[in-house]
């Protein structure tokens, strides 16, 4: 039976959990919701989630939300596909650190405050020391990503929960790139980072994951 | 053979730990490092944790850290005491995602605002807007908590991960409600979460996890 996937379209948490799905051929029913029209936030969503929030997984009436959750569940419940946390005790821990190291570094001391700065300071406008620190927070711990890498992917040669939270961030990267060229966050990617990320573009299922609205 | 457990004293990331390795009697060598003289950045730590943080684990030469991290490594490794994430993939699933909602939601958008604010905005003093929002979310995400306790603990008469993670930040509450008493956030408290945080504090284990310089 197929599980039900509430998705965002361009939400970094959302999208790992599309990617571990594809990457364990678990079948689902892809339920995009809008956050221009706040869909998330309906009644009937909401009743599945109080909380409001994509990434949002029902199996079988069951619900589970937030995304490492979601990635941990996928992974324990379905045993086809890619093994997102493989290997002994050790090889597990370091997917989990890799992940929470994405996380309060890269994404929230890095992404998160130049996001805030460029995109939601409002009338004032951005702070650009605080965008300045943040990039370069950003760029240290993309060269640190860069070091982790084993293989194809940060776990080794198959793709594993580290690679589902990391890869959608290096694509935020260019999308910010894109939308305001003057912070030139992809020119912080070191090569590395950069064949790694051809890697992960180059998935079968990578391109059906991809914002339409980013196109 | 015990594992090393490098710990601050008052950082709930690091309590976290500690109480896990108590619940799971886990043999471990105490290593205490004071945030005060900088410790944490030390290079004999630096040589084993890059970041030059606590919490940092080691078994046996591997290293580990994040404190989220090493809770899941040590309920894999280590049979005995408490199961940390008990029960089958869905049980599982609401222990991590309670703790990833304490994560995001009680700590940084409830506690921690509240203590950049109070301890850290130098000499323009505290926001007392943002003071004052913080401490609303703060007062939701308790009632949030207080309502998914089932029996005891948060994932049935047993102490789970998720009791790890959120205890040590009830704790924080009191702290910061005695260095602040105008935050009265101790106040926000819900009956069912204080009962809960004195079978927390009833525990045999836990006097001695609390931070000396608190007392």
């Known amino acids: 039976m197929a599980v039900d ?9 959302s999208w790992r959990v599309w990617l571990a799905l594809e990457a ?28 409001g ?3 949002t997984l029902v199996d079988g009436g069951f619900a589970v939300w937030e995304s490492l959750a979601i990635l941990e569940y996928l992974d324990e419940r379905f045993a086809s596909g890619a093994k997102l946390y493989p290997g002994d005790a050790g090889n597990r821990a370091r997917v989990r650190r890799l992940i ?20 939601w300071s409002g009338d004032k406008g951005p702070n650009p020391e605080r965008v300045a620190k943040a990039r370069e927070k950003l760029a240290a711990e993309l060269q640190y990503f860069a070091a982790e ?18 890869a ?3 694509q935020y990267c260019k999308r ?29 299922y990578f391109d059906k994951t991809y914002p339409p609205h980013w196109r």
């Open 100 to 119: 929470a190291e994405t996380e309060a570094y890269l994404y929230r001391e890095g992404i998160s405050p130049i996001v805030d700065e460029l995109f």
């Open 5 to 13: 996937f509430y998705h965002g379209h361009g939400s970094p948490f």
């Open 149 to 166: 890498l084993k293989g194809k992917f940060l776990g080794g040669d198959t793709l594993t929960a580290a690679d589902c939270v990391l």
């Open 24 to 51: 364990k051929a678990i079948p689902y029913n892809l339920k995009v919701l809008s956050f221009q029209n706040e869909e998330t936030r309906k009644p009937e969503v909401k009743a599945i989630n109080p909380r």
């Open 168 to 170: 959608p961030l290096i």
């Open 53 to 55: 929030q994509v990434p």
């Open 176 to 204: 910010i790139t894109f939308r305001k060229p003057e912070t030139k966050l992809d020119e912080l990617i070191p090569p590395a980072l950069r064949d790694y990320n051809q890697r992960i573009e180059a998935l079968a």
